[in-house]
């Protein structure tokens, strides 16, 4: 299935959350391919490494900020992702203690099925939340008892059981957040490279004859659906530093 590349006024592609599954989903795949019985382990590996790698960024801007990471407010706030629209989540359960809802629709999710690449969404979504939230205090806690690419009718069941269910956390998350001002936000470009640069980085230290295989096929279909600049700015971008704040 191709996907009709989203463009700007200027002609570019615009990087959102399509960008990002799609390029995913491919080098998922890709990988399952070359890799054969090690593909498991190595996307484990390479979506942790990516996620805590974002939680690290998350968690440097907060202790320049002066803000404390032992708070949920904090990681909430300093979320270094935006997107309008295309998800869909219940209301925070007012019967628990802690924050958690259920994600019933999401971009990423979409854009795999769209795709056909939704058979390599839960390498993704089994570990990356828990990833990103390890990266940034490993002593918070989240469990994730059903996940959407395997239970569509449950979604993704979050319950973020270091964040109390009170007007008052919400209220901290609010005034941090109007502090920043969305200061904190990358594109999705930006996140898309770094996820490209992070899968085939961890792929080149298992095999690096079978990563080259991975990046030129994957490489090559991202063009085809998103168009061959799409493609030369995620090359360039992924030369970047995705530990720097």
Known sequence: TLLMPDRTQGGACLFGPKQHAVMFGLLAREICRHFGPDADALLLRAVETYGEERGRRMAARCRQNGDPLDDMASYFAY???S???ESLRTENDPQCSHVSFRML???????WQ???LADF??????CVDHAILKGFN?????SLPSCLPKNP???????WESAENTPALAERQKRIQQRLHGTQVKDFLYHTAHLYSTLLRC???TNPQAASLVEAQAGAEFALRFGSDALREVQEAAKGNFTAV
């Open 79 to 81: 979320c270094e992702w």
């Open 83 to 85: 997107w309008p629209g």
């Open 105 to 111: 629709k999401c971009p990423w999710h979409t854009a």
């Open 114 to 116: 769209e795709s056909g």
């Open 121 to 126: 969404s839960f390498y993704y979504c089994r």
């Open 138 to 142: 490993p002593a918070l806690r989240l």
């Open 153 to 159: 009718d449950e979604g993704c069941a979050f319950h």
């Open 203 to 205: 792929a080149a230290e």
